[in-house]
């Protein structure tokens, strides 16, 4: 069973450094989302892309994070310049096309970040 | 815009007792309303979801949630909790299963034991 990986599960790194996460999302979904949790928090919305298309951004979505999703496969989330407020998990998700699903999103096991 | 509001960040109840998670929505057209649970070092998982037609919604592992219209709510409940179900549960809301799924903050549950 293929669910989605995400990888590195976690990174400790020391502020002004920049990181980068890979989510691998399940094969045939071709919608990818990014949320970030922090303690006590649920989910936020970050960003949203639809195959390689990346359809939404949040107002969280700083300068300083892009993502991307080059061949509607695998998503890169990269944060430049980090600082101790991004210590988080960043959370992964897909799910299937809008016409053949609920809504239903499919999650990964997060990447957790540390900035030191 | 929608919103979820997950009433008690924590919840106990002794293992056999009734559990019971509060959640209210806001949304300006009909929602798409689920419940999620997360368990320690995993990622989430939809325990049930209400999407349209029978408003009371049976998920995995026995829970089940009532969609109340009236009320804007949606609580989750098992009549009888295992030490297995200590977990955080969020509910979300979405539209038209549209691409963004608003979450709650999420209840943490104790089962003693």
């Known amino acids: 069973d293929t669910g989605v990986s995400q990888n590195p599960r976690h990174k400790i790194t020391k502020r002004g450094q920049n990181v980068t996460f890979r989510c691998d999302p399940i094969?045939?979904?071709?919608?990818l989302y990014w949320y970030r949790q922090t303690l006590g928090q649920g989910p936020e919305f970050l960003t949203y892309f639809q195959n390689e298309a990346q359809l939404e951004k949040s107002r969280l979505l700083s300068d300083r994070f892009s993502a991307e999703r080059p061949k509607g496969s695998f998503s890169t989330l990269e944060i430049q310049r980090t600082e101790q407020g991004d210590s988080a998990m960043y959370l992964c998700?897909?799910?299937?096309?809008?016409?053949?699903?609920?809504?239903?999103?499919?999650f990964g096991e997060g990447s957790r970040l540390t900035v030191l | 815009a929608q919103s979820v509001t997950q009433l008690g960040s924590h919840v106990s109840v002794s293992e056999g007792a009734l559990v019971l998670l509060r959640c209210n929505y806001s949304s300006s057209v009909p929602p798409y309303l689920f419940w999620y649970v997360q368990y320690p070092n995993q990622g989430l998982q939809l325990l049930l979801k209400?999407?349209?037609?029978?408003?009371l919604v049976k998920g995995i592992n026995g829970f089940e949630a009532e969609f109340k219209k009236s009320e804007t709510s949606f609580h989750l409940t098992k009549p009888s909790a295992h030490m297995s179900d200590a977990a955080e549960y969020f509910c979300a809301v979405s539209v038209n299963g549209g691409f963004k799924t608003i979450f709650g903050a999420g209840t943490r549950l104790f089962v003693k034991a």
């Open positions: 209400y999407t349209t037609g029978a408003t």
């Open positions: 094969s045939e979904h071709n919608r």
């Open positions: 998700a897909s799910s299937l096309p809008r016409t053949k699903t609920d809504g239903e999103l499919f």
